[in-house]
């Protein structure tokens, strides 16, 4: 057995496990009924860029397709497919692992480049035909986002060994915001057709990145940093999953000691009673697992802009009480969720206070999802009455 | 006084595929009782069983006068998002104790345990032996009648496990019974008042040390030697 064979075998069954998570959420009906009608509708929509530029891209600027792109190579790990077990067995054997973590990385970068070529393939008919840009320019613009991804990542990398969450935050934004104002500057390079300067800074970026993520990888010390990015990165759809479908299983919790909302445990309501005892908990549970509020705000957010943006008055309507249902269904399956996952309190969950508490707690819920759906709908209705009215008076001028 | 009665019949995870047959005990005021057995040998489906853990039953299980009772798992289950005081003062609320005094008790736990310094952090992020001192005083906060305990070394250091002893001891003398499941042999010959020895889903022995040694005709054996033998599948008659 050789390292390649090695990392063959990890990639084959993490391939493997993503496509049996992929496979949980769209069985058969999912795949004809939905992805593959989607599919035809995205491939038709596609040809017909490559006839005629879409009408939405003609108010975009290329700055922000640009940007977009900067914020995207963002995302991702680098992977080096270490497992718990090779602390014990493959640790022993130094050439065969760090042949196969350099193995890893090679694939990572292969991986991103295949992921950056696709998006430019979906961007090309813009590319060329709207913003009119040359061949050479877009492979230049490939090539620098890619020797910064792979900048990018070796940042994240190291960034990740940082404990303190707030330090760890602080630092990644700085240096979100450093080489944001180094792409702005590469970008200006780029569009003055100064292309030796665009080619030299990527390549030496992308060498410094490689040479400088091999010196990272190839050492015993971050064997564990790597198993934790490995975990993650293998189980990251499941997580999405899980952020979605809450009946599904617990969502992940934060890596905090300490929490950040009612420090020193103090209390939320002052009257001890067995009902508040039980919403107490929820909400400490609710506020302090960010899986549960993101979801909330999710809903939230999805309700808004189907009322918003479906025209039909008893569209928007429907969308409400599906709304009503879909939050009412949801919040009293994550309170379920959090009493049921503790065998301890199991005793407690056929008393009265229990189900008084849950009633409460749903309902207080409710009413605030209710309060910032109104609130965000009068916002977003405001807004596309006045582009309406923008757009009436820009077509009354020119009637004029 | 018998605080805890159980006569199962059966009870498994499956129906129609009992894991468990035939286990009858009880435990009574002040009274501390091993469960011992091989591994897979159906201890902790007995603790499940009593906790009404299982769909698939068939007996009784009683607590005498609806008397309270804690569990303590073998692996420790916090909620991740609450502190170990919120932990506690989740359940003095809910078990309607009075303010003052769950307080003071909490305190006193919490300064014996060492944990007091960590009351206002997530118990899920303290290490293995800190959660399990969490997991026995979240148990005693309530001062059950009844503990139902299932392998409580694991992961205790020396002090810690000196501690625990005192602890049980202390609410043995208050009058707490307790089901204790352990595969730490020697603390339980030591401790224990009697043994439930079970074997492939059965009761194989019950009673004192001296009654266990007739029942495995070993006169002179420790608990060790008659639970190797009743493992190892040598018949008792």
């Known amino acids: ?400 | 006084m018998n605080l805890l009665n159980v006569a199962i019949q059966n009870a498994g995870y499956e129906k129609d595929e009992p894991v468990i047959h035939d286990i009858h005990f009880s435990v009574s005021k002040g009274e501390l009782i091993g469960l011992i057995g091989p591994n897979g040998a159906g201890k902790s489906t007995t603790i499940k069983t009593i906790l009404g853990l299982l769909d698939h039953k068939a007996g009784e299980i009683s607590f005498y006068n609806e008397a309270s009772y804690s569990y303590i798992p073998e692996r420790p289950i916090f909620y991740d998002e609450l502190t170990l005081w919120e932990h506690l003062d989740f359940i003095a609320a809910v078990e309607n104790r009075d303010d003052q005094a769950y307080k003071a008790k909490a305190e006193e736990l919490l300064i014996s345990y060492k944990l007091l310094e960590h009351a206002h952090e997530f118990p899920g992020k303290y290490s293995k032996g800190m959660q399990q001192k969490a997991m026995l005083i979240l148990a005693m906060i309530t001062e059950p009648d009844v503990y139902i305990i299932d392998e409580p070394f694991i992961g205790l250091d020396p002090n810690a496990m000196k501690l625990f002893l005192t602890s049980i001891e202390a609410e043995r003398e208050r009058g707490a019974a307790i089901l204790m499941s352990t595969h730490v042999l020697d603390t339980a010959e030591k401790v224990c008042d009697r043994f439930l020895i079970i074997h492939q889903g059965e009761l194989q022995a019950a009673g004192t040390l001296s009654e266990i040694r007739i029942q495995c005709q070993l006169p002179e054996g420790s608990l060790y030697d008659c639970f190797h033998t009743i493992a190892e599948g040598d018949a008792i008659e």
């Open chain 1, 1 to 400: 057995m050789n390292s390649w064979s090695i990392f063959l075998k990890r990639l084959r069954k993490n391939s493997n496990y993503q496509f049996r998570v992929f496979r949980s959420v769209a069985d058969w009906t999912v795949v004809i009924y939905i992805l593959l009608p989607a599919a035809l509708i995205a491939i038709f929509n596609y040809y017909s860029w490559w006839m005629e530029a879409p009408k939405w891209i003609e108010g975009i600027p290329f700055f922000l397709i640009f940007s977009l792109m900067y914020a995207m190579i963002w995302a991702g790990n680098l992977r080096t497919y270490v497992e718990e077990a090779d602390k014990v067995f493959l640790i022993r054997q130094k050439p065969l692992f760090m042949n196969m973590k350099k193995w890893a990385y090679g694939y990572t970068i292969v991986h991103e480049a295949v992921g950056l070529l696709i998006s430019f393939l979906l961007l090309l008919p813009m590319l060329l035909y709207h913003y009119q840009l040359y061949w050479l320019d877009i492979i230049l613009l490939l090539l620098f986002l890619l020797s910064l991804k792979s900048f990018i990542l070796l940042i994240k990398y190291h960034l990740r060994k940082i404990e303190h969450r707030w330090k760890k935050l602080a630092l990644q934004s700085l240096v979100f915001l450093i080489l944001g104002v180094y792409s702005i500057l590469i970008f200006q390079i780029w569009q003055s057709n100064l292309l030796i300067p665009v080619i030299a800074l990527s390549c030496l970026t992308f060498m410094l990145s490689i040479i400088f993520s091999l010196k990272a990888l190839l050492t015993h010390a971050s064997i564990e940093h790597e198993i934790a990015i490995h975990h993650e990165e293998r189980t990251k759809n499941i997580d999405r999953i899980f952020m979605m479908a809450q009946e599904i299983g617990k969502p992940r919790i934060s890596n905090r000691k300490k929490p950040l909302f009612w420090k020193k445990s103090k209390r939320i309501f002052r009257n001890r009673t067995p009902v508040n005892g039980f919403a107490e908990l929820f909400i400490k549970a609710f506020i302090r697992n960010h899986t549960y509020w993101l979801s909330y705000t999710q809903i939230i957010s999805v309700c808004t802009a189907a009322i918003v943006i479906i025209p039909p008055l008893w569209i928007k309507v429907l969308m409400f009480f599906i709304f009503l249902i879909w939050l009412h269904s949801w919040l009293v399956n994550v309170w379920d969720q959090i009493y049921y996952a503790n065998l301890q309190v199991k005793k407690y969950v056929e008393r009265d206070d229990y189900y008084i508490a849950r009633t409460r707690a749903v309902r207080s819920f409710m009413v605030l999802g209710i309060i910032l759906l109104t609130f965000f709908v009068t916002i977003g209705l405001s807004i596309f009455a006045m582009m309406q009215f923008v757009d009436i008076q820009s077509g009354l001028r020119e009637m004029l």
